[in-house]
């Protein structure tokens, strides 16, 4: 039986995850795709409601926030600054989904015909 050399033996694979080890890419990547759908979101498919005030206004901005939120958790995230900051805001986030849905199925949208 022989030995294999050092140099052919596989290295050991790393056991920290793959998120935690490419922090800069995963985290520059999800705050520019968020960023690029909270733009989306406002701009070119803005939801309709036939409400005003503030149950139209969260139908409207309700999504967009939490796109915005999540793309400074991303940047938080990339630059391994402020992980309290980073938690309270993706809770935000998922707050802000929360109140965008539950004002999404509760708004009347146009008169039955």
Known sequence: MTDTPDRLASPEPSREPFV???RAVVGF???VCAA????VWIFVVPP???V???LGAVVRLGHPLTWFLLSIVGLLHAT???PRLKASLAYSSLASYAVFMIALVTAP???PS
């Open 36 to 39: 690029a759908l909270t733009v």
């Open 29 to 31: 990547g999800f705050a």
């Open 109 to 111: 949208y146009g008169a």
């Open 52 to 54: 005003g005030g503030v």
């Open 80 to 82: 391994d600054r402020a």
């Open 48 to 50: 309709e409601a036939s």
């Open 20 to 22: 935690r080890r490419h």
